[in-house]
């Protein structure tokens, strides 16, 4: 797989500011766009994903956005609150024999402060 | 519906040891992903198992070694630990057939000393 980048690496808001995250992604065949959620000594759990024939996708205070184009797609985070501090990652697809895999960004520590 | 368990949760070894760490699927999950994450860094691609075949596999040398079983479960093997193998190994299980999401386990985290 090839490269995802992902900025900023830290962030920090206060309680009910927006949070903004961006990855870019340099394979073309890339076509899905996960993002995880990872709390200190867990998974990566998932909280939002986008395809490439959609430009946007909103769940409740979380929404995507996907620039195929440019090859960049975006994280934001609405109202933000203390339990939205963890590390996020983004991520991108790409084609294995019969399947797909990821390729992951570095993450972004979010701290939510009250 | 269960979700993607792994055991151990944490395991230490010595250089040069073998380790392996078992994963059972999320229910009606036919693919298991195992990706490697070292500490402050994002997880990556280690091998995908499909129908009990490697089904693609990352940059990692052959002394990863894997197994999926009937029921759908995996194995990730590591010989001739080094340093380096230190990480959490994280096992994802998916649809398969061309389906993309991955559920993530909680993950092993490995120590080798």
């Known amino acids: 797989g090839e490269n995802v980048e992902q900025h900023p690496s830290t962030l920090s808001v206060q309680e009910g500011d927006s949070a903004v995250i961006k990855c870019t992604y340099s394979d073309s065949a890339s076509n899905y766009f996960p993002w995880y959620k990872q709390e200190l000594g867990k998974g990566p759990q998932l909280i939002i994903d986008?395809?490439?024939?959609?430009g946007e996708k909103k769940d409740q205070r979380i929404a995507v956005t996907l620039n195929k184009t440019a090859k960049h797609f975006s994280l934001h985070i609405t109202e933000t609150q203390p339990e939205d501090s963890a590390v996020y990652f983004c991520a991108a697809s790409f084609k294995i024999r019969s399947g797909y895999a990821l390729n992951f960004g570095k993450g972004t520590s979010l701290l939510v402060t009250p | 519906e269960t979700g993607v368990t792994q055991s151990p949760t944490h395991l230490i070894k010595t250089r040069g040891q073998q380790v392996t760490l078992r994963c059972s699927s999320q229910?009606?999950?036919?693919?298991v992903s195992w990706y490697q994450q070292a500490l402050g860094q994002g997880p990556q691609f280690i091998f995908q198992y499909y129908r009990e075949e490697e089904n693609g596999r990352g940059n990692f040398p052959p002394r990863f070694s894997g197994l999926q079983f009937p029921n759908y479960s995996s194995e990730l093997n590591v010989n001739a630990l080094e340093l380096d193998d230190s990480a959490l190994y994280l096992c994802?299980?998916?649809?398969?057939?061309?389906?993309?999401?991955?559920?993530f386990g909680p993950g092993t985290r490995l120590t080798v000393l």
């Open positions: 229910s009606g999950h036919n693919t």
């Open positions: 994802a299980s998916s649809l398969g057939g061309g389906a993309d999401t991955q559920y």
């Open positions: 986008i395809r490439s024939n959609v």
